[in-house]
């Protein structure tokens, strides 16, 4: 039949005939083979099988083995460049892979991830932390032959195997950021995944910052891979892309802007921390969980204080060296003659620690010269001196966001900071001035500031240092009074160095866990602030964590120290709060012991309020940044007079044979905002109503609410009218205003 067929439909080609005429025969004799049952015995295991194709059968496992599932190890890493630590990691062809074997799959890293070097743009400046009070907890998890890169969702917990825990299951999820394939097997047969497409990507969404930006791959490349015992630190040389269209003068070409990202990566320390609830009459930063096991209250939330893991060497001991210091590395990029201030600031805080129970809290080592580690390493706590004109210092921590244990601290100063004034207060606009009084002064406009500015963008500025672009202005009125006073260029040199140690002092509280204290400066009178018996024991303020202005006697007048030298009484007992070791046992006699501390809120100079209680809409007059003394009537005549003397010799003092008159400009210009600025301070005492964070039955406590007595407001509002609405203190010779000359360069920068 198939030859019938064969024939009838093939062509007359003599080749395609001899195949079809042999696949028919072959066919008709297996047929034959088929129906010959002559040799058959009962109970053969083969009578039914056809001898030709159970022989094939069995032959079939030797012709073809099984495929396996995953490339070769050989085929894909061979002769790769190998990083032995927490993750074996493989380099090869600028691709990266990790080996995650069985016991780090459902483990907590945390990812801590930093501008190693930025653009001079903020916030992209080098050495910036990226995220600020956001620190990711991630994980490694097999599904299937995929490894899913977990970004773990810690806000909201519940009791171990409580039915709680299963409805917090329920009703909140994990973000999967990456699906990986399995790229090999290792030799230990630990799954081996591409680790590239994490990171050559925008996954710290710089873009959402540098709008009109987009990541480019193909111009992105790895900037350095280290692995180590305990932590992974990579760091990507990040390209991204525009069409030219932004101008940066920092940046040579905005079509492709290249910014070093850093990613540290390590699993979370097992030392035994126990995370200490929060009390609101003390400002330290926070982790916050909703816990729905939490019973008894309508407030499911749990807040931690933000603070290290210190522990006593000796326990038994009132005061003991810790167990393991808190140790911060000055960088060797610092200039040799700020570094006795800058370390001397640091290690002021043992002060405050000793009243804590501990000796040497606190260690400095300088950074070696040849030293190869990365500032952004984990392991390290740094304190970094960055050059990107920016002209300002913060010291951000990154703590465990399950519990608030801090596990790094960087903190950095612009050198700028210290010559921004120079070239600052030309001019003025409502946006500068909205800027050093605490933004709009009405409802309005604040809601829709923030409204643009986003919830979450809202809530990060409350975490935000600015003390150095004030303390900017404060150095550059230093210098401005003391031109006019004819002073040695000593003090200048004095001031400076106070003010640096000062800062120092701040930026380090901030790495310890403690927040802004704005009420701080209203600790001492005028006449004490300027008694250096008094202040070297106590500091010009009650904490380093206000922003202090320069102090400066008018002429006649004592002159004290021009910044706190010294940690104040609210550092002292904050530190005592978050960091002395209270009595073991229930959590009931923990909190109460440390409620016993906070209940001394009500004493002297330690009153707290921080920055969502200081924006211009807030009516606190107690609470400012760069005021200082207990009366801001009294301020605000210190420094109109202060002002008024320096007026007439501005021109003479400011300019140099020579020189042009820009000097000139800018400091009438910070003479100005100085007045401006002491006089919105005793404006803000007319329907003033003054805050209080003291719980019932603190010593001596002040009530929630306080209106400003009527007379202080009517002293407030006598200057006003003598010193704003007034034209006399403005009297100085017209022809002044002719030599106000801006600058008259005109290029980039």
Not at 384 to 390: N, V
Request: aromatic share 10%; hydrophobic share 40%.
């Amino acid at each position: 039949n198939l030859l019938f067929h064969g024939l009838r439909n093939m062509s007359n080609s003599w080749f395609n005939f001899r195949l079809t005429f042999a696949i028919a025969i072959s066919l008709t004799l297996g047929t034959f083979a088929l129906a010959d049952d002559s040799n058959e015995k009962p109970g053969d295991a083969t009578a039914n099988a056809p001898a030709p194709m159970a022989a094939a059968s069995a032959a079939a496992p030797a012709q073809q083995a099984p495929k396996p599932k995953f490339p070769p190890f050989d085929a894909v890493l061979k002769e790769a460049k190998t990083h032995d630590g927490l993750l074996k990691l493989y380099e090869k062809d600028g691709r990266l892979y990790a080996e995650i074997p069985p016991n780090q799959m459902n483990q907590d890293f945390i990812v801590l991830i930093s501008i190693a070097k930025g653009i001079g743009q903020r916030p992209l400046l080098g050495g910036m932390s990226w995220g600020f009070g956001d620190d990711w907890l991630g994980q490694f998890r097999q599904v299937g032959d995929q490894i899913h890169v977990i970004r773990r969702n810690v806000g909201f917990a519940a009791d171990p195997g409580s039915p709680e825990e299963q409805a917090v299951k329920l009703a909140y999820t994990d973000s999967v950021l990456f699906s990986l394939p399995i790229a090999t097997k290792a030799p230990s047969g630990a799954p081996i995944v591409e680790l590239t497409p994490i990171f050559m990507s925008d996954l710290p969404q710089i873009s959402m910052v540098l709008q009109g930006f987009a990541f480019a791959q193909n111009r992105s490349s790895w900037a350095s891979i280290k692995s180590y015992p305990d932590n992974v630190e990579l760091q990507v040389a990040a390209t991204y892309a525009s069409g030219g269209m932004a101008n940066f003068d920092s940046v040579a070409d905005s079509r492709g802007v290249t910014i070093n990202v850093h990613y540290s990566i390590s699993k979370l320390p097992k030392t035994g921390y126990k995370p200490r609830l929060a009390d609101d009459r003390i400002g330290y930063f926070l982790t916050v969980i909703k816990d729905y096991s939490k019973k008894g209250t309508m407030d499911r939330f749990v807040r931690y204080i933000n603070r290290w893991d210190l522990q006593k060497a000796d326990p038994a001991s009132e005061i003991s060296p810790p167990k393991k210091p808190i140790v911060f590395w000055m960088e060797k990029t610092i200039p040799y003659k700020y570094r006795k201030p800058i370390y001397d600031g640091i290690l002021e805080w043992n002060r405050a620690f000793e009243k804590a129970g501990f000796v040497n809290a606190i260690e400095v080592r300088q950074q070696p010269d040849n030293a190869t580690w990365d500032p952004e390493d984990i392991n390290y706590n740094t304190f970094r001196w960055i050059t990107s004109s920016a002209g300002f210092a913060m010291g951000p921590s990154r703590a465990n966001p399950t519990t608030g244990e801090i596990l790094d601290a960087v903190i950095i100063f612009d050198a700028d900071f210290l010559q921004f004034w120079k070239e600052e207060y030309e001019t003025f606009t409502p946006e500068g001035i909205a800027a050093i009084t605490g933004g709009p002064l009405d409802l309005a406009t604040y809601e829709a500031q923030r409204r643009i500015r986003g919830e979450a963008h809202h809530s990060m500025g409350f975490h935000q240092c600015e003390l150095c672009s004030g303390i900017s202005h404060q150095f550059a009125l230093g210098a401005a009074v003391m031109a006019s006073r004819k002073s040695s260029p000593g003090d200048l040199g004095k001031l400076i160095g106070q003010g640096l140690k000062d800062v120092t002092m701040h930026e380090v509280g901030h790495t310890l866990g403690l927040r802004h204290n704005f009420k701080a400066s209203r600790f001492m009178t005028l006449e004490d602030i300027n008694n250096s018996e008094k202040t070297k024991l106590t500091g010009n303020t009650a904490s380093v964590m206000d922003y202090t202005p320069v102090n400066l006697a008018p002429k006649g007048q004592p002159q004290g120290d021009y910044y706190s030298q010294t940690v104040g009484p609210y550092d002292i007992w904050a530190i005592e709060f978050g960091y002395k070791p209270v009595p073991g046992g229930s959590p009931d006699a923990e909190k109460e012991h440390l409620n016993k501390i906070a209940a001394r809120s009500g004493e002297p100079g330690l009153a707290f309020s921080t920055d969502e209680d200081t924006r211009g809409i807030d009516p606190d007059p107690t609470s400012n940044r760069f005021d200082l003394g207990n009366d801001a009537v009294a301020y605000a005549k210190r420094q109109a007079q202060l002002v008024a003397e320096a007026w007439p010799d501005v021109i003479e003092q400011s300019t140099k044979e020579g020189e042009g008159y820009q000097q000139a400009r800018r400091a009438f210009g910070i003479l100005l905002a100085t007045h401006g600025r002491a006089m919105h301070f005793a404006s803000r005492y007319i329907g003033g109503v003054e805050l209080s964070r003291s719980h019932k039955g603190d010593k001596d406590a002040k009530p929630p609410f306080t209106v400003i007595d009527a007379d202080k407001q009517r002293e407030a509002l006598k200057i006003i009218e003598e010193q704003v609405f007034s034209d006399k203190p403005f009297l100085f010779p017209p022809e002044l205003y002719n030599y106000l000359a801006p600058s008259r360069w005109s290029h980039w920068g």
